[in-house]
């Protein structure tokens, strides 16, 4: 056997508003926040601020209640030295949604800036006088505007200028998958990718999202953490039948799934789910281990969320491939499970056990007891035939493992044999082999 080839793990069927008091600059303005973020970058502001809103224009012709994109449109015209601009939009977008508590804030401090220098988002003499509890406020909120301004910036992901990249995470979506989701922590970005006939998944949008007040991966009941792994949402709840806390609704996810549980994790209720009504969003950093969206957001997601389906994969940081390889990791384990098939079918047991790893479990097997069984049930059969489709391949985190060596392998099988036949869905967890 190739020494490379992946073997079976698992098997699984602000408000501050001030007057005016002097002219308006001419030249740019600068919050400090913004300088750490924008201006830092050789990529962003201000020689291509015309890219940036030309993209952040694409986003709204697209999904007209972009409300993330019409703040960033704010910003970057502040940043560009039109104050004027920047408050028409956040006027415009605050009008839209009066809770947006960042908006607010922004529009304040732009409205300050006529006055008087600032060294921080809200960092004033009347916010410098507020108990710690409203301190820790206004570090979410400084977080949650460099997050968002970063989602702009031209990078190695799907947004950079270079050359297009695919995320490792997503290799292939069977034909009853149409989207997936893919999660990652350390930008809080949610992407959604569609799957196409014949070419690679398509991002058709993203969103910022909030996640666990602790950061890491889950491992424990209570520890605040978001997990990281392949997951399936496994039902919807409305939000007549939800706490306020849950907005419009929530999909919980398969947490903890088959791996996690061999691994020793507990816990349970993690979801994605809405906003509550007080508020338009949430910091960064706030929930007890689910990803909460905006309202707005999750209205326009949830569509294309579907129980029992919809995968929705959680990482600290994608892994983006160039086109070639990301077809050459696909085509790997494409190679590697139809070898497992085809030894299965054969017959050759011998064969066939070949690619079962040495600390695989199953449903209370481990390999010395799945072995046993196989043989005494391949003794019984003159022939079989193994048929599979609809396959999704999604490839785990490496924070996981130590290594980016599994990958979750989900499909249709038609099983027909000389005394038995069946149809079931089922899950390989595939681990490379050293």
Not at 255 to 279: A, C, F, M, V
Not at 332 to 337: E, P, Q, S
Request: glycine share 6%; hydrophobic share 35%; net charge positive.
């Amino acid at each position: 056997m190739i020494s490379d080839m992946l073997k079976v793990l698992v098997l699984f069927l602000g408000s501050l508003l001030f007057p005016a008091t002097h002219a308006q600059a001419k030249q740019p303005q600068m919050l400090a926040s913004l300088e750490t973020t924008l201006s830092s970058s050789r990529h962003v502001l201000p020689h291509n601020a015309d890219d940036v809103l030309k993209r952040l224009d694409l986003r709204l012709d697209a999904y007209p209640r972009d409300h993330e994109a019409q703040l960033l449109r704010g910003l970057v015209y502040f940043k560009s030295g039109k104050p004027k601009q920047a408050l028409r939009e956040l006027d415009d977008l605050l009008q839209q949604v009066p809770d947006f508590h960042l908006a607010s804030l922004i529009r304040g401090d732009i409205l300050l800036s006529r006055v008087v220098a600032l060294k921080n988002i809200g960092k004033n003499r009347i916010l410098s006088q507020l108990g710690s509890n409203h301190v820790a406020q206004l570090k979410a909120l400084r977080l949650e505007v460099k997050l968002r301004l970063n989602s702009v910036r031209p990078r190695v992901g799907p947004f950079g200028h270079t050359q297009r990249r695919l995320p490792r995470q997503i290799l292939k979506l069977g034909k009853s998958v149409e989207y997936a989701v893919l999660v990652e922590k350390s930008t809080h970005r949610l992407y959604v990718y569609q799957r196409q006939k014949n070419q690679p998944p398509k991002l058709v949008q993203n969103y910022y999202v909030s996640t666990g007040k602790k950061k890491g991966n889950k491992y424990t009941r209570g520890d605040l953490r978001t997990p990281e792994g392949v997951y399936f949402i496994t039902s919807w709840i409305p939000k007549k039948k939800l706490p306020d806390k849950y907005g419009v609704g929530a999909f919980p996810l398969n947490y903890p799934n088959e791996l996690d549980r061999h691994q020793g994790k507990t816990g349970y209720g993690i979801w994605l789910h809405g906003t509550e009504s007080n508020y338009y969003s949430r910091p960064p950093l706030d929930s007890e281990g689910c990803m909460v969206l905006t309202n707005i957001d999750f209205n326009s997601l949830k569509k294309e969320l579907h129980p029992g389906v919809t995968p929705v994969v959680i990482v600290k940081k994608i892994d983006w491939l160039t086109p070639k390889v990301w077809r050459q990791e696909r085509d790997k384990v494409l190679t590697d499970l139809e070898r497992w098939r085809h030894d299965w079918e054969s017959l050759n047991v011998t064969r066939y056990l070949s690619h079962y790893s040495n600390d695989f479990w199953s449903q209370g097997y481990d390999l010395k007891s799945w072995s046993k069984r196989k043989r005494r049930i391949a003794r019984n059969k003159s022939y079989q035939k193994i048929q599979l489709s609809d396959i999704s391949l999604l490839a785990y985190p490496e924070t996981v493992t130590g290594k980016k060596d599994i990958v979750v392998a989900r499909f249709q099988q038609d099983y027909q044999s000389s005394n038995y036949q069946s149809d079931v869905q089922k899950r390989l967890y595939l681990k490379r082999s050293k």
